[in-house]
C-alpha cells in the first residue's frame, strides 16, 4: 500500500483550542497509521510552533521548517489589530515559501487549519496536484472577505471537515460548498490515559477550602463573555455563600476583568489564573462548569468537564455545544446573554436531584468519548482515498 503524504498548515499567533487539535490530529494520523500508512509533517512558518517541540517530538510529529517571516515571531500580536496585522504579513512573506514547497514535495494532502486565505489561494491559482482539506473549527464570521474566497476557491477543494452538524448546516445554508464535500468529523481531544495521569497532580489551593467551585476556561476575550459571568455571579454569591468562581485563561481583557472584581468587592471569590497548562487537576476540584461564550466550537473545555463527570452549564450559543446538551440531555442550556435565563438555570443545576444529575452525567460521560484520537482518524481515514 502506497503511503499518503499529509502536510498539515497551522500558523497561529496566539493560544488558542485549535493548537491542541492539530497536535492531537496528526498524533491520531501517526498513532494509527499502519492502518493507513500516513506520513504526516507539520508546517512550521514562522517559529510558532518551537516552544511546543518537546511535545511534537514526544508524538513523534515531523516539522518542516519553511524559514518564512522568523522575525513575527517577536512580535506582540495581542489584540485584534495586532493580531490582523501579523496574518496579513504572514501571508505576504509565506507565499512564495509555501508555493514552493508544495510544488517540490507534492503532498498527497495538505489540511488546513488557520490563517487559510494563503492555502486556498495557492491551490485555487497554481496548478497544485494536492488534495486541499479544509478544516473549519468554532464558529467562522463569514464576512464579505471570507465568503468571497471560500467561494472563489471552493471547486478546488477536495473536502471540508468541521466538527459539529450545526456548523455543517450553516455553511450549506451561505450555498458556498457542495453539500457532498463537507464531512463532521469530531475534534480529536480527549486522550484518556493522559487525562488520568494529569488530574492527578497536586494541587494545594486554600480557594478551594470548604466551597463549591464554578469553573471556566477560555481566553480572556470577548467571546468568551467573561463580564457577564462576572456581574451575573455577583447575584449567585448573594444567594449562595458557598460558591466561588475560578476562570482559567490569559488575553485581552483581563484588566478589565481583575477591575470588575475589585468593583463588586468579589476578591475573595473569583480568582483569575491565567493560562494553564494542565486544567484536569482544577476540574477534579470543581463542582460546577460554566461558559457564558457569545460563539464557540465544539467547547473542548466543556468536553473536559463532562469527561470529569462535572455538571455543565452552557450558553446555547453557535456552534456544537446545543447539539452536545441537547435540550438539557446531558447538561444546562441559558439564553445566551440572557441574565434571568443564567440565573434560573444555575438555580435548577444547584437545586437538581442528585439521582437525576447522575443520570444526565453519564450521559455526558458517553458522548464525550466521542472526541478522541481514534474517532478522529477513523473519521479522516474515510475520506482520504486509499
Known amino acids: 500500500m502506497d503511503s499518503k503524504n499529509i502536510f498539515v498548515w497551522s500558523p497561529f499567533t496566539s493560544k488558542v483550542g485549535t493548537i491542541n487539535n492539530v497536535i492531537n490530529s496528526s498524533y491520531s494520523l501517526i498513532k494509527f497509521s499502519k492502518l493507513k500508512n500516513f506520513n504526516v509533517k507539520l508546517i512550521n512558518v514562522f517559529g510558532e510552533w518551537n516552544d511546543l517541540s518537546s511535545e511534537i517530538e514526544k508524538k513523534s510529529i515531523k516539522t518542516i521548517e519553511l524559514n518564512s517571516a522568523k522575525f513575527i515571531n517577536q512580535w506582540n500580536k495581542e489584540g485584534y489589530i495586532k493580531s490582523r496585522f501579523s496574518y496579513i504579513m504572514i501571508f505576504i512573506f509565506s507565499f512564495l515559501p509555501l508555493l514552493k514547497l508544495i510544488k517540490k514535495e507534492k503532498p498527497n494532502y495538505l489540511i488546513a487549519h488557520l490563517i487559510t486565505s494563503l492555502p486556498l489561494m495557492i491551490v485555487t491559482f497554481f496548478n497544485c496536484k494536492t488534495n486541499l482539506i479544509l478544516s473549519i473549527a468554532g464558529h467562522p464570521k463569514i464576512n464579505l472577505f471570507r465568503k468571497f474566497i471560500w467561494k472563489l476557491s471552493s471547486k478546488k477543494i477536495f473536502k471540508i471537515i468541521c466538527p459539529s452538524v450545526e456548523l455543517k448546516k450553516i ?176 438555580n435548577e443545576m444547584y437545586k437538581i436531584n442528585p439521582d437525576q444529575l447522575k443520570i444526565r452525567l453519564v450521559k455526558a460521560k458517553k458522548e464525550s468519548k466521542k472526541f478522541t484520537l481514534l474517532n478522529y482518524f477513523l473519521g479522516l481515514s474515510n475520506i482520504i482515498k486509499n
Open 171 to 346: 455553511l450549506i445554508s451561505h450555498n458556498i460548498f457542495d453539500e457532498n464535500k463537507i464531512v463532521v468529523i469530531q475534534d480529536p481531544h480527549l486522550m484518556i490515559k493522559k487525562i488520568s495521569r494529569l488530574k492527578n497532580e497536586k494541587l494545594e489551593d486554600i480557594f478551594f477550602k470548604d466551597s463549591k467551585i464554578l469553573i471556566s476556561i477560555g481566553r480572556l476575550t470577548n467571546q468568551k463573555n467573561y463580564i457577564f459571568l462576572i456581574r451575573n455571579f455577583k447575584k449567585l454569591s448573594l444567594k449562595y455563600d458557598d460558591i466561588k468562581l475560578l476562570i482559567i485563561g490569559d488575553g485581552e481583557k483581563k484588566k478589565i476583568l481583575q477591575n470588575l472584581i475589585i468593583k463588586f468587592q468579589l476578591e475573595n471569590k473569583v480568582k483569575l489564573i491565567g493560562y494553564e497548562k494542565n486544567i484536569y487537576k482544577y476540574l477534579k476540584k470543581s463542582n460546577f462548569y460554566i461558559s457564558t461564550s457569545k460563539w464557540e466550537g465544539s467547547s473542548l473545555a466543556m468536553i473536559d468537564a463532562a469527561f470529569m463527570g462535572l455538571p455543565i452549564l452552557c450558553s446555547n450559543c453557535p456552534t456544537g455545544r446545543k447539539e452536545f446538551i441537547n435540550n438539557d440531555e446531558r447538561g444546562f442550556l441559558f439564553d445566551e446573554g440572557d441574565s434571568e435565563n443564567f440565573l434560573n438555570k444555575f
